[in-house]
């Protein structure tokens, strides 16, 4: 069990919402359906200065990896100013004016000309080489969330430019849509006042109803994120990147802190108990040595011109085995820097070599290097390009263990629930002033018009007590469809609120699980027409669920098939009762309820059940 207190744990958030409507800086569409494609170009990026004249170290690790960019544009989802071949058209008023009203919302300072920024990105995920970002408010003495473990303080909130979603790898391809870059993408970031990742699960939970409170906010897996900071004593700020489950945020902080912890005890085992003052290392090209090697990862990389890249650590061994976190060894961990550059991993000493067929090569290594028993001996294999850088960045990687944590960003593997190595962290040097878009200037007049939305929370308790809500109707009736709800209540005055909030939450489910319906042909004019039935006492309550299955199925609703005589049905109630004498109350109902079901009430059956079960 940790104690998140006694390591100085520090955590702060920074969640990213997208918002529906129109991009950022052009008219193109924000649905993210990418149907038909247009158009593939590719690019390769280089970092340049930022606005302190010199070149961020994030972009400058990107460009060595040297990779090639291929973009995919799918109709009306992109534009020459996603391209980067026009400049960007006026700010989008419409995602301005949610940022605004969020910013007056948390009692945010918003300034009086906002300048619109670049923000250096040379992984490729921004087409043009850069983002284009605006701070809209800053934190004050009023800016924060109450939360179960005190107040959480808001620093900053930005609009910005959401960045490109990744297709897939190839080698040093990497095949991107455009059809994302652009959306406006509201970002809030919390002080480090998080005690512990329950809490900041918590915290990641109050913001994102806050952000789901404004209509034009985007639903749906992918549309908010959360980027997660983290320290503990001893060590840097760890940023990981675009966490998307909020059910394992606190799993995934919890992980990573105990990576935190085991990277600080290996720096101590190396100084404090094997003495190293600095670890010596030596890289050689051994292709040679793998030349009839019966491994077959190896002897296919080599068959195709491939160059095998050993090094020794020395005083390094037995510390690639040792667990960071559930599942994640730092042999792992070593693995993921020469991941970054193109390779598929390491190969190390601390392994189980036979299974990789390379037990006598490793012996014929350690007679290469004049290897000890405490030495680590591993080996990277790839075009020769990517081999060199690989096993550099693994070599520069166990050389800074003497040093603890490494300041990076880092991105989420949501299937191990932990994180794994992305690149260096960025500083200010990535951020510009952006010249092809004017100041936008804030005055008291704009600010008065904004309106600000009630909050789904704040809904959930108006809710209750004006329509008699049950809570979790008024919480999930609140989240999900409010307007709609209320004007169903409105106009159908003689049904129960619980009634139509379980109409249109929990009965669509409900037949699409029992039945695989299709419940995306459940329309809202279908809802109101199957309700108005039941309004007019045309048709029981019961009946919402055959009804609402008609409409699911494309079927006409005969509203003859559901008009059943009282003299019919007592007829059958009668014979049912003499054909199972000796079942109970309940089961009998069941019986009735086969045949009737939508048709007539529950109700009514019950009376009519237990008039004929007294005659017996």
């Known amino acids: 069990m940790i104690d998140y207190k006694k390591i100085g744990f520090k955590c702060g958030l920074e969640l990213h919402q997208e918002l529906s409507g129109r991009k950022l800086f052009c008219e193109c569409s924000t649905e993210n359906k990418e149907e038909k494609l247009m158009l593939e170009f590719k690019r390769k990026l280089r970092a340049v200065a930022g606005e302190s004249g010199e070149i961020d170290v994030a972009a400058a690790y990107e460009?060595?990896?040297?990779?090639?960019?291929?973009?995919?544009?799918?109709?009306?989802?992109?534009?020459?100013?996603?391209?980067?071949?026009?400049?960007?058209?006026r700010v989008n008023k419409d995602a301005l004016e949610t940022a605004l009203a969020l910013a007056l919302l948390l009692k945010m300072d918003i300034p009086d000309a906002i300048q619109v920024m670049r923000k250096t990105v040379a992984d490729g995920s921004a087409c043009s080489g850069f983002q284009r970002t605006m701070v809209v408010g800053l934190g004050s003495k009023d800016s924060f969330i109450e939360t179960s473990r005190g107040v959480v303080r808001l620093s900053q909130l930005n609009l910005e430019e959401d960045a490109c979603k990744i297709e897939k790898r190839e080698g040093n391809k990497v095949y991107y849509s455009l059809s994302r870059q652009g959306i406006p993408l509201l970002e809030l970031g919390t002080e480090a006042d998080i005690k512990d990742p329950l809490h900041a699960k918590e915290v990641a939970e109050k913001i994102g109803m806050i952000?789901?409170?404004?209509?034009?906010?985007?639903?749906?897996?992918?549309?908010?994120?959360?980027?997660?900071?983290?320290?503990?004593?001893?060590?840097?700020?760890?940023?990981?990147?675009?966490?998307?489950?909020?059910?394992?945020?606190?799993?995934?902080?919890?992980?990573?802190?105990?990576?935190?912890?085991?990277?600080?005890?290996?720096?101590?085992?190396?100084?404090?108990?094997?003495?190293?003052?600095?670890?010596?290392?030596?890289?050689?090209?051994?292709?040679?040595?793998?030349?009839?090697?019966?491994?077959?990862?190896?002897?296919?990389?080599?068959?195709?011109?491939?160059?095998?890249f050993a090094a020794v650590a020395r005083g390094f061994s037995g510390l690639a085995?040792?667990?960071?976190?559930?599942?994640?060894?730092?042999?792992?961990?070593?693995?993921?820097?020469?991941?970054?550059?193109?390779?598929?991993?390491?190969?190390?000493?601390?392994?189980?070599?036979?299974?990789?067929?390379?037990?006598?090569?490793?012996?014929n290594l350690e007679k290469i290097f004049n290897a000890a028993e405490e030495d680590l001996i591993f080996i990277v294999a790839e075009k020769e390009f990517i081999a060199k850088n690989a096993i550099n960045a693994v070599v520069k990687r166990i050389k800074y263990s003497l040093n603890g944590i490494p300041e990076e960003t880092r991105v989420p593997d949501h299937q191990n629930i932990y994180t794994r190595y992305a690149r260096p962290l960025p500083g200010a040097n990535r951020l510009y002033p952006e010249t092809d878009v004017e100041l936008i200037i804030i005055t008291d007049k704009i600010l008065k018009k904004i309106r600000i939305p009630e909050l789904i929370s704040e809904k959930a308790i108006r809710f209750e007590k004006e329509y008699g809500l049950s809570p979790e109707y008024s919480l999930q009736v609140a989240k999900e469809d409010s307007e709609f709800f209320e004007e169903l209540v409105k106009e159908f005055k003689n049904l129960d609120s619980n009634f139509i909030a379980n109409s249109i939450l929990n009965v669509p489910k409900e037949i699409k699980k029992r039945y695989n319906a299709n419940i995306e042909n459940i329309k809202k004019k279908d809802i109101k027409k199957v309700l108005s039935y039941i309004n007019n006492k045309i048709l029981p309550k019961d009946a919402i669920t055959e009804l609402m299955l008609k409409v699911a199925n494309r079927e006409e609703i005969n509203l003859e098939e559901f008009k059943i005589s009282e003299e019919k049905l007592e007829k059958d109630i009668k014979n049912i009762v003499e054909k199972y004498p000796n079942l109970s109350f309940n089961a009998l109902m069941g019986e009735v309820m086969k045949k009737y079901r939508g048709k007539v009430s529950g109700k009514k059956v019950a009376e009519i059940l237990k008039k004929y079960l007294k005659k017996i």
């Open 63 to 89: 460009q060595l990896r040297n990779r090639i960019f291929i973009y995919h544009g799918y109709e009306g989802e992109f534009c020459l100013v996603d391209m980067d071949s026009e400049p960007p058209h």
């Open 211 to 308: 952000f789901r409170s404004f209509p034009s906010v985007k639903r749906g897996i992918g549309t908010i994120r959360q980027d997660i900071n983290i320290s503990i004593k001893g060590g840097p700020r760890i940023e990981i990147k675009g966490w998307q489950d909020l059910r394992t945020l606190h799993k995934l902080i919890e992980n990573e802190t105990l990576r935190h912890v085991n990277l600080l005890k290996i720096r101590d085992e190396l100084k404090n108990v094997r003495k190293l003052k600095r670890i010596e290392t030596e890289i050689k090209e051994v292709t040679y040595v793998f030349k009839n090697t019966k491994s077959a990862v190896i002897s296919k990389i080599v068959n195709k011109g491939g160059k095998v």
């Open 321 to 363: 085995k040792k667990e960071l976190c559930p599942g994640k060894t730092f042999g792992k961990e070593l693995a993921e820097y020469a991941m970054a550059y193109g390779a598929n991993g390491i190969i190390h000493s601390d392994e189980n070599l036979e299974k990789y067929k390379l037990v006598e090569e490793f012996k």
